[in-house]
Nanobody, 113 residues
Framework: QVQLVESGGGLVQAGGSLRLSCVAS????????MGWYRQAPGKQRELIAAITRGGSTNYADSVKGRFTISRDNAKNTVYLQMNSLKPEVTAVYYC???????WGQGTQVTVSS
């Protein structure tokens, strides 16, 4: 079973930036499409960004233009650069390959107004 460890979250003021990282425990990471998900309090987990093994990306409309997903297959790591942060993006952020693996603990992102 692949383990996923997310990090990089924190408390930031509106307009600030954060860079999230997610490290996978196995090299199979390099051949799958990876996604970043978020779950806000009282809401379902949602996919906000995805990147194929070749580097093609897709974004939810709510984050397009402000968030950038990238990956380093040599490091089994996927990143999420988040800019121009708004309070409404406050949530726990997770990475996964479409739910293929067990979910990690996530990383909390809190944006204050």
């Amino acid at each position: 079973q692949v383990q996923l460890v997310e990090s990089g979250g924190g408390l930031v003021q509106a307009g600030g930036s954060l860079r999230l990282s997610c490290v996978a425990s196995a090299s199979i990471f390099s051949i799958v499409t990876m996604g970043w998900y978020r779950q806000a309090p009282g809401k379902q987990r949602e996919l906000i960004a995805a990147i194929t093994r070749g580097g093609s990306t897709n974004y939810a409309d709510s984050v397009k233009g402000r968030f950038t997903i990238s990956r380093d297959n040599a490091k089994n790591t996927v990143y999420l650069q988040m800019n121009s942060l708004k309070p409404e993006v406050t949530a726990v952020y997770y990475c996964n390959a479409g739910g293929l693996w067990s979910w990690g603990q996530g990383t909390q992102v809190t944006v204050s107004s």
